[in-house]
């Protein structure tokens, strides 16, 4: 691994990653491949690159020549490929762009992997690390044992049906054509850099701005959570140490239903402004800056379509073959997100204006 291309780098797990191996690997030329939509933020990557501690090109993993040239001539050996359309919600209301980028994206990146690195024989000894998530395996009942690497996929949204797809082309090159692929699939994750429309970060911006915390259905649906951090270290781990062609499974070993999580975000929130009374200043329509609970915020609405009860992960594999360990604890995550949003005004405002 000498020259790094990570797609999707401007959005949250991407730019995390492309942070995480600029500190931790200072010897690794890094690229970035971004169409910057409307989850990709430069703002997020924009000390990296005015340090030129990374090359940022703008484009679409879609666009053949444009993928091509950029691994010709930066002589890529590694691909990390993040880029997605990641959004449940809108995978329902619109599904097109998820079958496009997530498919037919990741298709251009193999297909195109293949030529450079095995037909013109540019990169025998290549990498392409594929990100995934845990949605296609489906749906489990509250007592259901957690997915391992052999579930049978049964993905439920268009979302979870296009990343199964992509998995299922990145196995395919491996088996038929060589390409050296790995596969991570990893539970929702959570922290610095997170688009305000997914839970945790929209329930920290609409706390800060006395907006409802809109919970689906009864609010019982469970997740596993992890920290990107540790994300990020595993997807380094498999990296470094996993075995081309296999699949990992990584999770947070920390459950929790929708309802036990916005509340513990509330009573989190209340804390915070009770131990800084300066906050309430700058965030007058907070609850506690008006003397009330964020809990009060709670407002539970019509369930999403198709809405998977629970996703659990038995993360053996990565740790029984990687030593991959969650170091972070969900309790202590989520102060470390809340203090990161409330340094970050300039990051996460300007999305919601
Ligand atoms: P994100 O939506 O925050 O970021 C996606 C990035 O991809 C954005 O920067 C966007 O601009 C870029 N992008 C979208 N279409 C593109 C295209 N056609 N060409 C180039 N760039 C494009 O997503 P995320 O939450 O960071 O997720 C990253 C990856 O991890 C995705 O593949 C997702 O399926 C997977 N994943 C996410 C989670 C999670 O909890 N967020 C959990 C497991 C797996």
Redesign the pocket.
């Known amino acids: 691994m000498r020259n790094v291309l990570i797609?999707?780098?401007?959005?949250?797990?991407?730019?995390?990653f492309t942070h995480y191996l600029s500190r931790t690997k200072p010897e690794l030329r890094l690229c970035v491949?971004?169409?910057?939509?409307?989850?990709?933020?430069i703002k997020s990557l924009e000390s990296l690159i005015d340090a030129g501690r990374i090359a940022f090109f703008k484009?679409?993993?879609?666009?053949q020549a444009f993928i091509e040239r950029i691994l010709r001539d930066q002589k890529i050996d590694t691909v990390v490929?993040?880029?997605?359309?990641?959004?449940v919600d809108r995978s329902i209301r619109a599904p097109d762009?998820f079958l496009?980028?997530?498919i037919f994206?990741t298709q251009t990146l193999l297909k195109i992997a293949y030529k450079v690195w095995i037909q013109d024989g540019l990169c025998p000894e290549h990498r392409f690390h594929h990100?995934?998530?845990?949605?296609v395996f489906g749906d489990l009942s509250l007592t259901d044992p957690p997915f391992t690497e052999e579930t049978q996929y049964q993905p439920n949204s268009p979302?979870a049906a296009s990343?199964a797809a992509?998995d299922h082309l990145v196995r395919a090159y491996h088996k038929t054509f060589g390409l050296k692929v790995t596969t991570s699939?990893?539970?929702?994750?959570?922290g610095p850099?997170?688009?305000p429309e997914?839970l945790i970060p929209l329930c920290i911006t609409n706390i800060l701005r006395g907006l409802p915390l809109p919970v689906y259905g009864d609010g019982l649906n469970v997740r596993d959570w992890?920290h990107?951090e540790d994300?990020c270290r595993a997807i380094d781990l498999v990296l470094e140490r996993g075995v081309v062609g296999e699949t990992y499974n990584v999770g947070g070993n920390s459950e929790m239903n929708n309802i036990t999580l916005v509340t513990t975000l509330c009573e989190k929130m209340d804390a915070v402004f009770a131990g800084n009374r300066g906050l309430a200043a700058s965030y007058p329509e907070c609850p506690p800056a008006k003397g009330k609970s964020c809990a009060d915020l709670i407002h539970y609405v019509d369930d999403r379509l198709g809405h998977d009860r629970r996703y659990a992960i038995l993360a053996d594999k990565i740790r029984n073959e990687l030593g991959f360990e969650p170091t972070l604890q969900l309790d202590q995550g989520l102060d470390l997100t809340i203090q990161w949003y409330l340094d970050h005004p300039e990051w996460w405002e300007p999305l919601l204006a």
Do not use: R, W
């Open positions: 797609t999707g780098g401007a959005g949250f797990i991407g730019a995390n491949v971004d169409a910057l939509t409307y989850a990709g933020n484009g679409d993993i879609c666009d490929h993040f880029a997605a359309e990641s959004h762009i496009q980028t997530n994206g990100i995934s998530t845990d949605e979302y990343k992509s699939n990893c539970s929702n994750n959570y850099y997170h688009f997914k992890l990107v994300h």
